[in-house]
Structure formats: structure tokens, C-alpha cells
């Protein structure tokens, strides 16, 4: 139990009468310090953490920016979702009612451990904590609003689901990331195509933002972020992270017509939401219900 002969230790956090609650985890069961024994299929699950911030790179992974045909910054660009998006392992997913274009991007997302602000990149692997998967979900309906912040396309409530586990003492270079949804793979990347590494993105973040413990930081997304619809099961597997799982529902609610920005489908929408390939054959996507 704890770490394998690897020193690779998973804890994560669950729901256990009433409390969030950190468990081990021991084969197909999670191990509570006073030894109590959970199944792991039983196991409502939290995020492996509890955020003061949640920090995401714009764009990292050369296959994405090969896909849209963009060139990238000489440095990193970010953005914040905020903590009342988080969700967890096996969470649902809500895509508002009268909102379309709700996209999956399969990420690697770094836990800080410590306190850290203005280290180098060779001293940023000191203040991570470990590592778990994310998927940033989007919400393209409102990409024409927000610019820059992306509060409403990426901060919507459930667009953050992380788990299932903090997982210490893995090796982030040369891991497989895959997205599937309903079993079938439709993002297959790794980490070798990032253009900035983990530590980096840490320290670049910590010159002006003191990271906390907890906080978390979404890594990129390899190509192909599609829309899916409700009933769909979105999957993100990353090489010795495991698997986290999520279920589309639609909202009951719609969004408010009596106030904001309204839900769009203007070319920047669909050409986000569809990779851009949609405006090169001249050819407009059918509506999706």
C-alpha cells in the first residue's frame, strides 16, 4: 500500500459519510487512515485537491497549434477558471440548456505543494506537489464574449472535472494523453510535444503569482477538441495518471435571454469548436441538437 517499487504514491479525496475524506489507494480499493476499506467503483470522488486558484495555459501542444494554423508566443499565455467550475471524477458534465457547442480538451494538470513564487524552472519540480488529469471543458457558445478571459466559455459551473487522484513521483516526459468519448479515441498526444514543460510553466507563473498549496495548472491540450452532446461519456487517459471519466447531461435551465451576451454561432464559434476545418471546405456544420 502507499508507494510501489517506483516511488509512485496515488491518494485522492472522497465523499465518506458526509466529510471529503483522504484515501490510499490500494489496488481496486481506497484505504482510509483509520482502515477503513472503499471500494473503488463505490467511491464518490472529489477533486485531489482543494484550489485557491486554477491557472490554464492557452495553447502548448504543437499538434494544437498545427491545427489551427497559428504561430505561438514567444512565452506562455494564460487564463483562470475559476474554483466553482471544479468537478470530479465520474461528475456530471452540464451543458446549459439552449448552448450547442460544448467541447472536451484532455489535459495533464499540475498540483503546487508548497508555497512557491520567483524559483527558476530547475527548482519549480520542488514546489509540485503531483500531478492528476483534467478535462478543461468549454463552452464555445459564448467565445465571442469575454475576450481573453474566457470566464463564461471555460468558468461555467462542472467545466472542471480533475481526478481521479494526486499521483506523486511520476515522470511527466514521454507520457501518452488519449481523449475517448463513448470508447472511441478522438485526441491522442504526448508530452513530448509540449513546447513548455511542466516545471516551466510553475515557474513562469510563480515570478508574479504566489502559488499555493493545492493550486492547480492545466497543461494544454493535444489537437482535436470536438463538441459533444448529452449522453455522451468522455474519458481522459493519461499514461500511469488512470483515467478519469465524465458524463455530458443537458441543463435544465436555459441560459437567460433577459440579460448578457447571448449563446452564438458566429465563425469564430464554430471554427473553435470545430478545429477551424469546417471554414476550409467551404461547407457550414449542420446545426447539433
Same mark, same amino acid.
Given at each position: ?6 516511488g509512485?504514491r496515488?491518494?485522492?479525496?472522497? =465523499?465518506?459519510?458526509?466529510?471529503? /475524506?483522504?484515501?490510499l489507494? #490500494?489496488?481496486? &480499493?481506497?484505504? /482510509? #487512515? ?7 467503483? +463505490?467511491?464518490v !470522488?472529489l ?12 495553447? *502548448? ?13 514567444k ?16 461528475? +456530471? ?8 457547442? =460544448? *467541447? ?12 512557491? !513564487? ?20 468549454g463552452? !464555445? #457558445? ?11 466559455v471555460?468558468?461555467? #459551473?462542472?467545466?472542471?472535472p480533475?481526478?481521479?487522484g ?22 491522442d498526444?504526448?508530452? +513530448? &510535444? ?20 493545492? +493550486?492547480? /495548472?492545466?497543461?494544454g ?14 474519458? /481522459?487517459q493519461?499514461?500511469? =495518471?488512470?483515467?478519469?471519466? *465524465? ?17 452564438? &454561432? ?24
Amino acid at each position: 500500500m502507499g508507494c510501489n517499487k517506483s516511488g509512485v504514491r496515488e491518494t485522492r479525496r472522497i =465523499l465518506l459519510d458526509g466529510e471529503a /475524506v483522504p484515501v490510499l489507494v #490500494d489496488g481496486g &480499493e481506497l484505504v /482510509v #487512515d483509520d482502515g477503513r476499506r472503499v471500494p473503488v467503483a +463505490d467511491a464518490v !470522488h472529489l477533486p485531489p485537491s482543494e484550489p485557491s486558484k486554477i491557472l490554464c495555459v492557452h495553447l *502548448n501542444h504543437v499538434s494544437r497549434v498545427e491545427e489551427f494554423q497559428v504561430s505561438l508566443p514567444k512565452a506562455p499565455t494564460y487564463f483562470q477558471k475559476p474554483t466553482s467550475s471544479l468537478n470530479g471524477h465520474r461528475g +456530471d458534465v452540464v451543458r446549459p440548456g439552449r448552448c450547442q457547442w =460544448l *467541447n472536451y480538451e484532455g489535459e495533464i494538470v499540475i498540483v503546487i505543494g508548497q508555497p512557491c !513564487h520567483n524559483v527558476s524552472p530547475a527548482e519549480a519540480g520542488e514546489c509540485i506537489a503531483g500531478y492528476t488529469i483534467g478535462n478543461d471543458f468549454g463552452l !464555445h #457558445d459564448f467565445r465571442d464574449t469575454d475576450a481573453g478571459s474566457m470566464l463564461r466559455v471555460k468558468g461555467s #459551473d462542472t467545466l472542471c472535472p480533475v481526478g481521479p487522484g494526486l499521483v506523486e513521483g511520476w515522470d511527466f516526459n514521454g507520457k501518452g494523453i488519449r481523449t475517448l468519448v463513448n470508447g472511441q479515441v478522438v485526441q491522442d498526444g504526448n508530452t +513530448d &510535444e509540449m513546447t513548455w514543460d511542466m516545471q516551466y510553466l510553475v515557474a513562469d507563473l510563480a515570478r508574479t503569482i504566489t502559488l499555493l498549496p493545492g +493550486d492547480m /495548472v492545466f497543461s494544454g491540450t493535444p489537437a482535436n477538441s470536438r463538441p459533444v452532446q448529452p449522453g455522451d461519456v468522455v474519458t /481522459v487517459q493519461v499514461e500511469g =495518471l488512470g483515467e478519469l471519466t *465524465n458524463t455530458i447531461v443537458g441543463g435544465s435551465t436555459p441560459i437567460r435571454g433577459d440579460c448578457g451576451a447571448q449563446p452564438s &454561432e458566429s465563425e469564430e464559434v464554430l471554427s473553435t469548436a470545430l478545429g477551424g476545418d469546417w471554414e476550409f471546405r467551404g461547407v457550414r456544420p449542420p446545426r447539433r441538437s
